[in-house]
């Protein structure tokens, strides 16, 4: 008996059969004497259909509408939820994020949540009944809807279960678990009984998009168990452990591989070889509020440098505008910009204490006749910038020459 918040993604409330599943599902466990929150997305593609909308609207959303427009697509989730479990004779209430009060700040569209009022939740499932919220949205202080980015629901789930103190959260999609990579792009990606909180967020923040990065941190932070299962199928999981000792278990040297498409490539060529340069190129692409990701500055035979890196690709047009008129500025040769790069990366707690996983990277690339473009390293991942046709081969020749196929 326990209290458990479980989030269910959005192919796994797809279409009203799966809905009526997940009801089946929450009932079960009802019967099993737990208290239940749960936390819906969108039914899949909807979030992609109404972002499809306002695109004809305006070319860029103005990102208020487009919160308002967004959140509509859980809305329409908890309501049908709570009517297929009253229809089995279990109380429910759905909740959106602003009937809660899931507190946010007012950046739209990559809102963070600030606070979280658990009064009205607390009240429902004191009466027995189960508490359904929408994913992915909240309200700021002034009263307007704000969404929390891409796979925001994740980020709702445990933010409640933090709130309320809840013994796990359970976030439910349509793989059984962690991989070691993306099950769709290797077939021998195999399930991680456990993967600790450290790895989760690296590869989080390097591309898989199994769990939003957000939700993981938050997880971190509160100590929320927090465990990845599917809808589909019973099965144990993916348990994300705050223990590294994993003394009973062999600790393999890289974990898994992650991988990110939305990576796009500039470079700024023949600028002067003399301090506060870098400086000059890259804080007016900060101050367009465009993130910047991994960097590299070489030096060109006649002295001047090439400086190069690597952008969200939504922002390549946006940056390369941005970087023309720093050429101009500084006199440099030319501006580059390349849309057809990715980023690979292999991620490991275990590769603190142990050497040559470079080499064996670079090899193993090598071995494909896969240039690296950029590389870029911190003590428990190294990630390469390549050619985006390689992105598959890469990540499946990486998977095996880290021994990390499945048998
Ligand atoms: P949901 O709609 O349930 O939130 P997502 O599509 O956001 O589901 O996340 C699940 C998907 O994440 C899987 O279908 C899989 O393709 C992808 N994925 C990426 N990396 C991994 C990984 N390392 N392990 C498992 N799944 C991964
Ligand atoms: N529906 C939102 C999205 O598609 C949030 C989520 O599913 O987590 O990004
Ligand atoms: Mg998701």
């Known amino acids: 008996m326990g209290l458990i918040v479980q989030k269910y993604g959005g192919t796994s409330v797809g279409t009203v059969e799966r809905i009526q599943a997940v009801a089946d599902k929450v009932i079960g466990f009802r019967k099993a004497g737990h208290d239940i929150v749960v936390v819906v997305s969108a039914m899949s593609g909807e979030t992609n259909r109404l972002l499809g909308l306002a695109n004809h609207m305006q070319e860029v959303p103005d990102a208020r509408e487009l919160d308002v427009l967004v959140s509509t697509g859980e809305q329409v989730t908890i309501a049908l939820l709570c009517m297929a479990l009253k229809k089995r004779g279990q109380d429910a209430r759905s909740y959106t994020g602003a009937q809660v009060r899931i507190l946010t700040d007012n950046a739209h569209t990559k809102a963070r949540i600030k606070s979280i009022d658990d009064a009205n939740m607390r009240a429902d499932l004191n009466l027995g009944r189960v508490v359904v919220v929408a994913g992915f949205q909240g309200v700021d202080e002034a009263g307007n809807i704000t969404t929390l980015g891409r796979g925001g629901s994740d980020t709702t789930g445990v933010a409640l279960a933090a709130a309320l103190k809840a013994d796990e959260c359970q976030i439910y999609t349509d793989v059984d678990g962690v991989y070691t990579t993306d099950p769709r792009v290797a077939d021998k990606a195999r399930r991680l009984d456990r993967i600790t909180f450290e790895e989760m967020l690296e590869m989080a923040s390097l591309g898989s998009k199994i769990l939003q990065i957000r ?193």
């Not at 999981?237 to 223990?243: E, P, Q, R, V």
């Not at 500039?266 to 340069?277: A, E, F, H, K, Y």
């Not at 064996?360 to 690296?372: D, H, K, Q, S, V």
């Not at 473009?373 to 910038?385: A, G, H, P, R």
């Open 215 to 407: 939700s993981v941190e938050f997880a971190g932070k509160y100590q929320v168990p927090l465990r990845v299962l599917s809808s589909f199928e019973d099965g144990p999981g993916t348990l994300i452990t705050i223990d590294e000792d994993l003394s009973d278990m062999e600790q393999p040297v890289v974990s898994g591989i992650a991988f990110n498409r939305d990576e796009a490539k500039l470079s700024i060529r023949g600028v002067p070889d003399s301090p506060g340069v870098a400086s000059k190129v890259l804080a007016p692409i900060g101050e367009a509020n465009i993130e910047v990701d991994v960097i590299v500055q070489n030096m060109a035979a006649d002295s001047t440098n090439d400086i190069t890196f690597t952008v969200h690709r939504n922002d390549l047009a946006k940056a390369q505008a941005v970087l023309e008129q720093v050429a101009k500025e500084l006199n440099a040769r030319e501006v580059v910009g390349d849309a057809t790069v990715v980023k690979v990366s292999v991620v490991g707690v275990g590769m603190r204490s142990h050497a040559g996983v470079a080499s064996t990277m670079f090899n193993a690339l090598a071995a494909e006749n896969i240039n690296i473009q950029l590389i870029t390293t911190s003590e428990i991942k190294i990630s390469v910038v390549i050619e985006e046709k390689y992105l598959e081969l890469a990540v499946r020749s990486l998977h095996s020459a880290f021994g990390l196929d499945a048998e």
